[in-house]
């Protein structure tokens, strides 16, 4: 008998993925800059099921309001390939009054001057989870 | 006395953002599907300068041939705040005949059908590193 391990991928539902956005620290934002396509990670603080950044005067993210982003957190054991990945899809916007959600400002800089608050409302939330099942045959 | 403590965002020059995405087993592949901007994690090869993924039948990624997309890295610290963030951007395409790197095909699914190889063709690679400074006054 021979056993032999694969890879699952088990697609996550929304209140999944919420849950799971919930135990991140740190996501990735993907977004467009005057180069194209980039990602670059963010502390992100979560107000109702918005997705709000604190981001620097020069930060490259800034360049994305007004563009549907996605934000991907994920929890990956490199060593045994296993975990899980999330993705927020949603329009970037400028922080209204209304947001009270204060996220740490990470990645800050000394000199960065002004913070502004950025809000991505999630339209659709994905996520998978990645196992290891060992088959005998 | 006051000590303060700040993040600093410290640019990566290509040389060592190589480098550093050589160091790196898993990746997140930005890319537009159907449904719009998404993120998924794989296990990639390095052939010379360009990246190369074995994705399944059915990954979202085969969408994305002949997109530019961003390939990040990363290694962060969540907890000191401490790391570095690569990102490889270019144009996606099917490996051809003369990409001899043969990437993890990961993640997997027991019934993923056909792998591809798909190649990203680095354009430009830009990366952060980030530390944090205590400051004194």
Known sequence: MTTTEHGLV???GPAEG?????????????????HGPTV????FALDDAAIVL?????SGARAAVGQTVAFEVDE???V????????AVGTLHRAGPEV???PEPWPDTVDDGERA????????????????EVRRG
Chains 1, 2 share one sequence.
């Open 40 to 43: 670059e990670p963010f502390a």
């Open 76 to 78: 990956i054991d490199v």
């Open 10 to 12: 088990e697609p996550l």
């Open 80 to 87: 045994r390939r296993t975990g899980w990945s999330v993705v």
């Open 18 to 34: 919420r849950a799971l956005l919930m135990t991140a620290e740190i996501g990735r934002l993907a977004f467009t800059d005057g």
């Open 54 to 58: 604190a981001v620097g005067a020069r």
């Open 117 to 132: 608050l950025l809000v991505l409302t999630v339209e659709r939330i994905s996520g998978r989870r990645l196992r290891r």
């Open 100 to 102: 009270r959600a204060r």
